[in-house]
């Protein structure tokens, strides 16, 4: 994902539901989504080298790739509707 501008994007939700690992420009809500290192790679915007370098780094090695998308599939989980709107209940609630 080479966005230079995003909210918390759903693409990566989705990667990582589905146990792929990611590699997206490190810009807004996506840096939000996951671990850099854990569950997939963020990439300074633009920077192609860098994104093409981690596309590689994954497809060289799958097993890496298998142990990141699962790591992804549970953090993906921390972003399910009834987990977000609980917390943002309980935060509105406070004030």
């Known amino acids: 994902m080479t966005s230079?501008?995003?909210?918390?994007a759903r693409i990566p939700l989705e990667a990582m539901l589905n146990e792929k690992p990611v590699?997206?420009?490190?810009?807004?809500?996506?840096?939000l989504s996951f671990t850099d290192g854990e569950q997939g790679y963020l990439?300074?915007?633009g920077d192609i080298e860098t994104f093409a370098q981690h596309l590689l780094t994954l497809l060289?090695?799958?097993?890496?790739?298998v142990r990141m998308g699962e790591k992804g599939k549970l953090r993906?989980?921390?972003f399910h509707p009834d987990i977000v709107f609980r917390s943002l209940n309980a935060a509105l609630a406070t004030r």
Do not use: K, L, N
Request: proline share 12%.
């Open 76 to 78: 993906a989980r921390d």
């Open 23 to 31: 590699v997206a420009s490190d810009v807004d809500g996506v840096a």
């Open 60 to 65: 060289r090695d799958p097993e890496h790739c």
């Open 4 to 8: 230079i501008y995003e909210g918390h």
């Open 43 to 45: 990439v300074p915007p």
